[in-house]
């Protein structure tokens, strides 16, 4: 609910619930990849339904972040290092919610949105950088890209968000299809409870959407989800 409201598919958190349970990080990258496809499919369409869509932008960002996200997912990390990786993803998560919750750009008014002036020359560039990331942790980038995009006034929170959004879905996509490719988790790995996963997923989506495009954002909640992310990057790390 709270990441569809946003554009973003909920990777990170979906990583950080798992962490905490104590899932086998040979399970959380598919399993997050693949309820990222999903969330960000239907909060693309939403977004795009409101005209919170620039194709030229997105593509721009795809152009780099696709292959990347296809070679970072083809490749098997060691147990250790993807958590010590997931770990470093997560506290910087934390730290983007709990700016996010404060920040005056996230806190407009959502009728003023400003112009969409991403650089199309430099954003193949990022979209790489995230891509990789992107790929190697089972996520969909967007909590790199968000930041970035809001950080250098390139667009408003609603304009990000329909960037991020399609930007994750086809990110995801590269992913799980490197590793698919490349051999570094099976379609066996990918556990039967995605399923029921992805229902649940979709009816906070649905909420989530509808939060996102009319009204204002709950700081509680995200404050409240930077600190579980903070718990799970404990854990990873193994500070808690």
């Known amino acids: 609910m ?4 946003v554009g973003h598919a909920g990777a990170s958190g979906y990583l950080a619930a798992m962490a905490i349970v104590g899932v086998a990080p040979e399970l ?6 693949t309820l990222n496809i999903v969330i960000a499919a239907f909060t693309t369409w939403r977004f795009r339904g409101a005209r919170f869509f620039d194709a030229k932008i997105v593509g721009a960002f795809l152009a ?18 993807y958590k010590l990786l997931v770990g470093v993803v997560l506290l910087c998560s934390a730290t983007y ?14 009728a003023a949105e400003t112009p969409v002036t991403v650089p199309i020359f430099i954003a193949p ?7 990789l990331l992107s790929g190697l942790t089972g996520t969909g980038g967007g909590i790199f890209l968000s930041p970035i995009i809001l950080l250098m006034a390139w667009a408003g929170p609603k ?13 995801s996509i590269g992913g799980l299809s490197g590793g698919l490719y490349k051999g570094s988790f099976a379609l066996a790995t990918i556990p039967n409870a995605v399923v029921p996963l992805c229902a649940a997923a979709l009816v906070g989506a649905v909420l989530g959407t509808w939060l996102g495009l009319y009204k204002l954002s ?3 909640l995200i404050l409240t989800l930077a600190f579980v992310m903070l718990i799970a990057s404990g854990k990873l790390l193994g500070l808690t």
């Open 159 to 171: 304009a990000t968000a329909g960037i991020a959004a399609p930007f994750i879905m086809v990110n």
């Open 97 to 110: 919610l709990v700016w996010r919750s404060y920040s005056k750009r996230w806190q407009s008014d959502p």
């Open 218 to 220: 709950n700081r509680l």
């Open 2 to 5: 709270f990441y569809s409201s």
């Open 125 to 131: 560039f990022i979209g790489a950088a995230v891509g």
């Open 28 to 33: 959380m990258r598919p399993t997050a990849l």
């Open 64 to 81: 780099g972040s696709v292959p990347l996200a296809f070679i970072g997912g083809g490749i098997k990390l060691p147990s250790e290092i």
